[in-house]
């Protein structure tokens, strides 16, 4: 059991900074800076999706979110409502459940946005109509960038509950 705990800790926090700071990466940095240039835009998530940075980023998550739910049962001696009643038990189910809702909102919302934003770009470059395009692209660019931030503002409040749960 020693090894499994050792194991899913590195697990668990190694994917937990991967997806968490990639988002916040993109979020803050990426994201602004891209819509500054949106001629390269494309030719940027063209090389992201060519190296499948989003399916690695769904697998981090993935991850980070089973190893902590194992993490979890064997801490609390299998979920015991007891262990949730103590100040670290408490924090880190709030944590967990953090990182659920980043994960409902970072792929449950946003990438499927940033996906109907990659379609809404293949064919607006036939389109001549500028009104339209900047109209469906606000649009989807809107609902994504809500998502995103949500998203990273619920792993930062994941990672923050991870780091200061056993001094709670």
């Known amino acids: 059991m020693h090894a499994e705990?050792?194991?899913?800790?590195?697990?668990?926090?190694l994917s937990g900074i991967f997806w968490?700071?990639?988002g916040m990466y993109a979020n803050f940095f990426l994201v602004p800076a891209l819509r500054e240039s949106p001629a390269v835009m494309g030719q940027v998530m063209a090389g992201l999706m060519r190296r499948r940075v989003f399916r690695v980023i769904e697998i981090a998550a993935g991850l980070a979110i089973l190893s902590g739910l194992r993490l979890m049962w064997i801490d609390s001696a299998g979920f015991s409502g007891s262990y949730f009643d103590t100040g670290m038990g408490n924090t880190l189910g709030i944590g967990g459940a953090a990182a659920i809702i980043a994960a409902v909102f970072n792929f449950g919302v946003?990438?499927?946005?940033m996906r109907r934003a990659g379609a809404i770009a293949t064919s607006l470059a036939a389109s001549s109509d500028a009104a339209e395009k900047?109209?469906?692209?606000?649009?989807?660019?809107?609902r994504a960038g809500i998502a995103g931030m949500l998203a990273v503002s619920f792993g930062i409040l994941a990672a923050s509950a991870m780091a200061i749960a056993r001094y709670v």
């Not at 946003?110 to 946005?113: E, N, V, Y």
């Open 134 to 142: 900047a109209r469906l692209t606000q649009q989807v660019d809107r």
């Open 20 to 22: 968490v700071g990639s």
């Open 110 to 113: 946003g990438m499927p946005a």
């Open 5 to 13: 705990f050792i194991v899913l800790r590195l697990v668990h926090i």
